[in-house]
Nanobody
Framework: VQLVESGGGLAQPGGSLRLSCAAS????????MGWFRQAPGKEREFVAG????????VYADSVEGRFTISRDNAKNTLYLQMNSLNAEDTAAFFC???????????????????WGQGTQVTVDS
């Protein structure tokens, strides 16, 4: 299993970024996926999750209405569109694969078994 994030960088407050996560080594379309983030000195926290069959998404309260998680099963790629960024969004962002196939999205860190190396998002003027 390999998960490779990209798309991070520097954004101004109020700006946007789109993260991608290229997945390989497993049948991507059968697994729920998630995005987490970790700021310096803080624990890794849930950002967004998407079910294996696309139909259902879940978000942390702090990003609801600003971030959108999506997936393209034909391209084995997970996305996170981030709008209206603020300084509190500064963190390393990680994509993660759910433990079992055909599961629903989850906010629980322990329900994911593989992680990417992370991509840094910095929001600063």
């Amino acid at each position: 299993v390999q998960l490779v994030e990209s798309g991070g960088g520097l954004a101004q407050p109020g700006g946007s970024l789109r993260l991608s996560c290229a997945a390989s080594g497993f049948t991507f379309s059968r697994y729920a996926m998630g995005w987490f983030r970790q700021a310096p000195g803080k624990e890794r926290e849930f950002v967004a999750g998407i079910s294996w069959n696309i139909g259902r998404t879940v978000y942390a309260d702090s990003v609801e209405g600003r971030f959108t998680i999506s997936r393209d099963n034909a391209k084995n790629t997970l996305y996170l569109q981030m709008n209206s960024l603020n300084a509190e969004d500064t963190a390393a962002f990680f994509c993660a694969k759910a433990r079992g196939p055909y599961g629903s999205n989850s906010r629980n860190y322990h329900d994911y078994d593989y992680w990417g190396q992370g991509t840094q998002v910095t929001v600063d003027s």
